[in-house]
């Protein structure tokens, strides 16, 4: 767990790191910790991403934020750790680009070699920031403190898959070192403890990331049988009790097979829901963990912020965790939308982005259960006859459990009472509908113009009379402005049609060189001369021509019509059904040629709202009209000759951004993802004929 072993924590760091409010962490860093990785794997088996909580054979556990200020150290009341991500001098006032943060806050600027987009190797860190000098100034050893502050918080709290790699988003909080105490590391850390456990519940994903040290602590406090033996010392932080566990290093599969059985045979009373009550824990028990606004917030239902990442405390499902009796809970609030925002497709100023949740942690005080403690805490009857009928209890194969499922519920779970449901605000479930959406067929991601379905268009077309226009240009996709009631139309035909017009949607052609018959498609094509007319023109232009009768020789160039037959008589034929299956086949085929033609007539559009000239998927290219001031923003980034915490600016500094070297397909600027498998480019099937038939195949 140990990744700073490269930078030593040096005495002049402390007043910062104490400032900061992460000391302890500091402290916890120095020490060595191994990670038990089967039993850890384990655990999150049992996870559920919809209530945050670990399903177990005798209810729901959690980790919270009760559980990280006790196992870290850390602050928990503050402001929420948001902001951008890389794009700085868009969002903050008077903010310049980061790479010129990045030199005046630590004095250096990285090689090409050792940036990927916008994250520093850790190697550089190292090398760079290792030790600092016994002689130097107090601004030398602020620059040195940013640098330890800013591998800290990318190693051990928010660290990603690589784990070597540090992202630039720490600059405007190190800014200002004075500042960073006013905001809540602990809330941030659960909520990308959560992000990375929920992620690693999707079957494609096979890595877990996050503050890992937390989770396996939190399970050696909470789960006596699986604590390691020897390790009695208490220490502050909790997390320290551990240092030096050095777990077993034989293969991995059968252990957490070994692990998966021992949890699906625990019971009730094998797990401490208050583990920090022990006389041995308040004695080591730094005061600052129980001021009365940081003991609150761990009762509060709210959102936990980190960035994009946004996740829901919900702790009125784990009751006994702060001493109360467990009712049958409520349903779980949904937040799969939320679940899909990690800062990827363009860099947002997230508290505006995000304006809701981060609103729900600016009121965090109202959200406070109020509840019965009690001195047996527990799940009550009527929960525990409830989480055996719906709870997700056992994993083990049925022979290996020896039929745990027959074990009545305890006596003194009916003693406790029956609890109470906690009152609070219930916010609306915010659902991932966008996979719904796309099917439903509302709009594409540049335009969002409505689509017009073939059946309404007929009808919109049929009453709207003949076209005008006769060029592709103008007409490739006319939906019918004739003058229906002019009589002068009717007897000279369309204006600048060059001749009579033809119906453009269905019914008996009007021109009388052509040929007799109608067309029979969505009204796309022109209403120029059909005498002359190719492939690609008519109706369904680049779909569809006409099917010759018997008696009717085929001519190039003509398209083949249906003499004698009306758009309803083929509709309603049997032939139709019998040939393509179901009535639904006109239904289908109009959605492909409605896809297809899309891109063909690029700049038309019709519907509600005109063609952009901007991809609404691309980040902004200017400065937004509204500038934020965030509170780790440097007195430089305000006037460019002032004095700075990195020192005096005598003239304005124009440092170009380290050139990017070239990207990787696996790479990733914000986190490393296991990568799908990718999809093969479907490859374009010209067209073959005059009849369609390669569209079915």
């Not at 049925?398 to 009152?423: I, K, N």
């Amino acid at each position: 767990m140990r990744r700073q072993q490269g930078m030593r924590l040096d005495d002049r760091y402390v007043p910062y790191l104490q400032m900061a409010g992460l000391y302890h962490l500091a402290m916890l860093n120095d020490r060595w910790f191994q990670l038990d990785e089967a039993l850890v794997s384990a655990f999150v088996e049992r996870w559920r991403p919809e209530t945050h909580t670990f399903h177990m054979p005798f209810g729901e556990c959690t980790i919270t934020l009760q559980d990280v200020a006790y196992q870290l150290g850390l602050p928990v009341d503050g402001r929420y750790v948001s902001g951008c991500l890389s794009e700085f001098h868009i969002y903050i006032e008077g903010g310049r680009p980061a790479w010129v943060w990045f030199q005046e806050l630590l004095g250096v600027i990285p090689p090409p070699s050792q940036v990927q987009k916008y994250a520093v190797n850790c190697s550089w860190f190292q090398e760079t920031f290792g030790e600092c000098p016994e002689d130097a100034d107090e601004e030398t050893v602020r620059r040195y403190a940013r640098a330890y502050i800013m591998m800290l918080l990318g190693t051990q709290l928010f660290t990603d898959k690589s784990g070597n790699r540090i992202h630039i988003r720490w600059l405007p909080y190190v800014a200002r070192l004075e500042e960073l105490g006013t905001y809540s590391w602990g809330s941030a850390a659960l909520a990308w403890l959560y992000r990375c456990m929920c992620r690693v519940a999707n079957r494609h994903v096979v890595k877990l990331a996050g503050p890992l040290q937390l989770l396996q602590s939190w399970i050696f406090w909470c789960f006596p049988r699986f604590r390691p033996a020897g390790y009695e010392t208490f220490s502050w932080p909790s997390a320290s009790r551990w240092s030096g566990y050095n777990p077993s290093g034989s293969e991995k599969g059968p252990r957490v097979a070994m692990w998966r059985l021992r949890i699906d045979r625990l019971q009730d009373r094998e797990f401490i829901w208050m583990p920090y009550s022990s006389p041995d824990v308040l004695q080591v028990l730094h005061p600052e963990v129980l001021e009365p606004r940081h003991m609150a917030l761990w009762r509060s239902v709210t959102a936990l912020i980190y960035f994009a990442v946004i996740e829901w405390h919900q702790i009125d499902r784990v009751l006994p965790q702060f001493g109360g009796v467990q009712p049958p809970p409520l349903p779980a609030l949904n937040i799969d939308f939320l679940m899909s925002k990690d800062g990827r497709g363009g860099d947002r100023w997230f508290p505006s982005y995000l304006e809701k949740w981060h609103l729900c942690w600016d009121s965090r005080q109202q959200s406070v259960l109020r509840f019965d403690v009690v001195a047996d805490p527990g799940p009550s009857h009527e929960f525990l006859d409830w989480w055996s009928q719906h709870g997700k209890r056992f994993l083990s194969p049925d022979t290996q459990l020896g039929d745990p499922r027959s074990v009545p519920v305890p006596v003194e779970a009916s003693q406790r009472g029956p609890g109470q449901v906690p009152d609070m605000d219930r916010l609306e479930d915010v659902p991932d509908r966008r996979r719904v959406e796309r099917r439903m067929g509302v709009g594409t991601r540049r335009s969002q113009r409505e689509f017009r379905w073939p059946d309404h268009g007929m009808d919109d077309d049929h009453d709207a009379g003949p076209v005008r226009g006769g060029r592709r240009a103008q007409g490739g996709r006319a939906r019918g402005h004739a003058d229906c009631g002019d009589d002068d139309d009717d007897q000279h035909g369309p204006v600048g049609g060059g001749g009579s017009g033809a119906v453009a949607v269905a019914g008996t052609s009007t021109h009388d060189g052509g040929h007799g018959g109608e067309w029979y498609g969505t009204g796309m094509g022109d209403g120029a001369d059909t005498g002359d007319a190719g492939l690609g023109s008519g109706p369904l232009g680049h779909y569809f021509v006409g099917v010759p009768a018997d008696d009717q020789p085929e001519q190039g160039g003509t398209p083949w019509v249906i003499p004698g037959s009306q758009w309803s008589d083929f509709i309603g034929s049997e032939t139709l059904v019998g040939d393509f299956g179901s009535p639904r086949f006109l239904e289908e085929i109009s959605a492909i040629m409605q896809g297809d033609v899309t891109p063909r007539i690029g700049g038309q559009s019709s519907g509600t709202q005109a063609p952009l000239d901007v991809d609404l998927n691309e980040p902004p290219s200017s400065s937004g009209g509204q500038q934020f001031c965030l509170g780790g923003t440097p007195p430089s980034a305000f006037t460019a000759a002032s004095q700075s915490v990195a020192g005096v600016a005598a003239a304005p500094l124009h440092v170009a951004p380290p050139a990017q070297p070239a990207p990787q397909e696996d790479g990733d600027d914000i986190e490393d993802e296991e990568p799908f498998i990718r999809r093969g480019q479907r490859a374009r099937v010209a067209r073959r004929c005059g009849t369609g038939s390669h569209l079915f195949r």
